[in-house]
C-alpha cells in the first residue's frame, strides 16, 4: 500500500472557508514537508516539520508522529490557495517519500 | 536566497534517442535529486547526489543515468526514451540529505 496517503484526493472550497487536508504514514517519518505546487507546476515548500506545530498566516501545519499524520489546515480559502498540496516524509536518511497529492479548488 | 534553473523548459524526442536534462543551483546546497512526475500523480525519485561525484539510485533509476560534476549542477539522462512517454521532470536541492527541499521550475517532456 501507499507510504503516505493524501485525502482528501480532491478538494472544492468557496472563497473565505476553512478546511484540513491530511496525511497518514505507514513508515516512520520523522519529518515532514508540506509543498503547493501551483497551476504553473511550480512546487513552492509550505512547511517543514518535526513532530509539532507550525503556522505561517492562514496556514497551519501539525505533524505527530507517535500516530503518524500530519495536517494542514487552510483558514479563509482565498483564490490563489488553488492548486496541488503535497506532503513529503522523511525518515532520517537523504530520501523522502511523496504522496499522491489533494487538488483544491477554491472558487469565488 | 538561491535560485534553480532546469533546461530546457520543453523537451520532444524520438523514440530510442538518449536526452539528456540539466538542472543548476545557487544555493550551495550539497544535495541534489532528481524527480519524475507523471499526469496527476505524485513524485518518484529516480537518482539523487549528497555532494559532488556522488550518485545515489532512487526507486525509479532504471533507464536512467545521472551525473553531479560540480556542486552546483545534476544532469540526468534519459538512456532510450519510450514511445509516447510523457512525463515532468522535477530537480531540487537541500542543504543536507533531510532538510528543506527546493524546486526547479521542472522539464516537461514528449516522446514521439
Known amino acids: 500500500g501507499d507510504k503516505v496517503k493524501q485525502s482528501p484526493s480532491a478538494l472544492s472550497l468557496q472563497e473565505g472557508t476553512n478546511s484540513a487536508l491530511r496525511c497518514n504514514f505507514s513508515?516512520?517519518?520523522?519529518?515532514v514537508q508540506w509543498f503547493l505546487q501551483n497551476p504553473r507546476g511550480s512546487l513552492i515548500n509550505l512547511f517543514y516539520?518535526?513532530?509539532g506545530t507550525k503556522e505561517n498566516g492562514r496556514l497551519k501545519s501539525t505533524f505527530n508522529s507517535k500516530e503518524s499524520y500530519s495536517t494542514l489546515h487552510i483558514r479563509d480559502a482565498q483564490l490563489e490557495d488553488s492548486g496541488t498540496y503535497f506532503c513529503?516524509?522523511?525518515?532520517?536518511?537523504?530520501?523522502?517519500?511523496f504522496g499522491s497529492g489533494t487538488r483544491l479548488l477554491v472558487s469565488p | 536566497g538561491g535560485i534553480i534553473t532546469q533546461t530546457p523548459k520543453f523537451l520532444i524526442g524520438q523514440e530510442g534517442q538518449k536526452l539528456t536534462l540539466k538542472c543548476q543551483q545557487n544555493?550551495?546546497?550539497?544535495?541534489m535529486y532528481w524527480y519524475r512526475q507523471d499526469s496527476g500523480k505524485g513524485l518518484r525519485l529516480i537518482y539523487y547526489?549528497?555532494?559532488?561525484?556522488?550518485?545515489q539510485k532512487g526507486d525509479l533509476s532504471e533507464g536512467y543515468d545521472a551525473s553531479r560534476e560540480k556542486k552546483s549542477s545534476f544532469s540526468l539522462t534519459v538512456t532510450s526514451a519510450q514511445k509516447n512517454e510523457m512525463a515532468v521532470f522535477l530537480c531540487?536541492?537541500?542543504?543536507?540529505?533531510?532538510?528543506?527541499?527546493?524546486f526547479g521550475p521542472g522539464t516537461r517532456l514528449l516522446v514521439l
Open positions: 516539520l518535526v513532530p
Open positions: 513529503a516524509a522523511g525518515t532520517g536518511g537523504y530520501k523522502v517519500v
Open positions: 544555493f550551495n546546497h550539497d544535495t
Open positions: 513508515i516512520a517519518a520523522t519529518t
Open positions: 531540487a536541492s537541500s542543504r543536507q540529505g533531510g532538510d528543506t527541499q527546493y
Open positions: 547526489s549528497i555532494t559532488e561525484n556522488d550518485l
